[in-house]
């Protein structure tokens, strides 16, 4: 369950990513004060995926264990 929940985790913030940088480049390039109604699509489509990454995230914090970073030993 741990391991699904994470590969979709990371499919949604790829997803994220990508929807995020596809909007700023639209943006940039039009130089325009309103927004298609394209662009307002994608900003929900961007809220909603930020929001099922913040649940998934905060899912692990609550009830499962948390994600733990492989020991990495200090450079001196």
């Known amino acids: ?31 325009l004060d309103a927004l298609t109604p394209e662009q307002v699509h994608k900003m929900s489509e961007i809220e909603k995926l930020a929001h099922s990454v913040k649940e998934k995230m905060s899912a692990s914090v609550r009830g499962m264990p948390a994600f733990q970073l492989p020991f990495q030993p200090a450079h001196n």
Do not use: F, G
């Open 1 to 31: 369950m741990n391991a699904d929940r994470q590969k979709a985790l990371v499919s949604d913030t790829n997803k994220l990513l990508r929807l995020v940088s596809e909007l700023n480049s639209e943006i940039a390039a039009r130089h």
